[in-house]
């Protein structure tokens, strides 16, 4: 090597390499002290609340993943009560129109029922007013025949009988006849 070239090295490093490169023992133990006191330090001062900070969000974190999980669960027993109070109560209507739908068939048959006994009733009643009428027909008519025969019978005879006696005789011929 010339001297230029050795005068272009700067002093501290040895032809052939970069000092990053090399091996010094004095530095290597200061890096090791460095490194001891420095990881000292932090496990000390900075490693222990960091753990803490890790601690409790991984707690906050699984509290959040319990809870989750519990709303998730009285998510679905409330949907499941949900249904089943729904169900029930279809089922309760359902009842409660069969019921009604019953009352409503009874309550008509009963209605038919009545008014069949009130027009059997109506037309008892109407018969026997009809045969009340008919009868006091046939007496009148009897009695307006009776009258017309004692009057037909005392001209043709020409002697006058007593009106009882004349009723009795057109009476008897009446039922002659």
């Not at 290597?28 to 002290?33: P, V």
């Not at 009428?133 to 025969?149: I, P, Y």
């Amino acid at each position: 090597m010339t001297s230029e070239h050795t005068a272009a090295v700067p002093s501290g490093e040895k032809a052939g390499g970069s000092p990053l490169f090399q091996l010094d023992p004095g530095l290597a133990i200061w890096t090791w002290i460095t490194f001891g006191v420095l990881f000292f330090i932090l496990y000390k001062f900075a490693w222990k609340p960091i753990l803490a900070a890790l601690a409790s969000r991984e707690n906050r974190i699984r509290e959040s993943l319990e809870n989750a999980e519990k709303i998730k669960k009285e998510m679905e027993q409330l949907a499941r009560r949900q249904a089943e109070v729904l169900s029930q109560a279809e089922a309760e209507g359902l009842k409660i129109v069969k019921r009604e739908r019953e009352q409503a068939e009874v309550l008509a048959r009963n209605i038919v029922q009545q008014a069949k006994e009130e027009s059997a009733g109506l037309a008892a009643a109407a018969k026997k007013e009809i045969q009340g009428e008919t009868e006091k027909a046939r007496e009148l008519l009897r009695q307006e025949t009776v009258n017309l025969s004692l009057g037909i019978a005392a001209k043709l005879i020409g002697t006058s009988l007593t009106e009882a006696k004349h009723r009795e005789l057109a009476r008897k011929y009446l039922e002659e006849l």
